[in-house]
């Protein structure tokens, strides 16, 4: 048989074994709440040293027939419509879509043939003129991911939001 004074300290053996068990099963405690900073990328500039402040120039063209838009900017804040036709444009438009694709910058610097982007013959041709520079590129496929579309500058592969692109592309399209 049990006696009392087995019982008393088996029972006190057998309440911190659970204890224990159970306190090593909890949860762990949450860390405290901070602000999340988001870690530094590599941005590659489309048009790296340049403002849209020394814009002069813009062209659109679709490869395949040839079919260009091309607007002039004053100087001034003033853009013109010179191909097709001749006519006013809506500066306001354009800057805040130029703004937008100027500012994006690409993420991701690929390697590869041009081919696999289709960058060996794109569909299209953007060229930006700034006072002392013109930035030609050339706009390839859209990547597996189909929010993103494959951009060549200057030899350089570039993976940019389609969003950002798209604007520009529907003046021709």
């Known amino acids: ?3 009392r004074r087995t019982t008393l300290p088996l029972l006190l053996l057998f309440l911190t074994l659970l204890a224990l068990f159970l306190w090593q099963q909890r949860e762990p405690d949450a860390p405290p709440e901070t602000a999340v900073v988001p870690t530094a990328e590599t941005v590659t500039p489309l048009f790296p040293n340049q403002s849209l402040f020394l814009l ?13 838009v091309q607007l002039t900017h004053d100087g001034q804040g003033r853009f013109t419509l010179v191909e097709p036709v001749a006519a006013a444009a809506d500066d306001a438009l354009l800057l805040n879509q130029l703004g937008a694709f100027s500012s994006a910058g690409s993420r991701r610097t690929l390697t590869g043939n041009l081919a696999e982007f289709g960058l060996d013959t794109p569909a ?3 060229s930006v003129t700034f006072e002392n520079a013109t930035v030609t590129l050339a706009v390839g496929n859209l990547a ?3 929010t993103q579309i494959y951009l060549l500058r200057d030899g350089d592969i570039l993976l940019l939001q389609k969003a950002v692109v798209q604007p520009l592309l529907d003046w021709i399209d």
Do not use: C, G
């Open 124 to 126: 299209h041709q953007l």
């Open 1 to 3: 048989m049990i006696s």
């Open 56 to 68: 002069r120039e813009v062209s659109v063209q679709r490869i395949n027939d040839a079919a260009t």
């Open 144 to 146: 597996p991911n189909p």
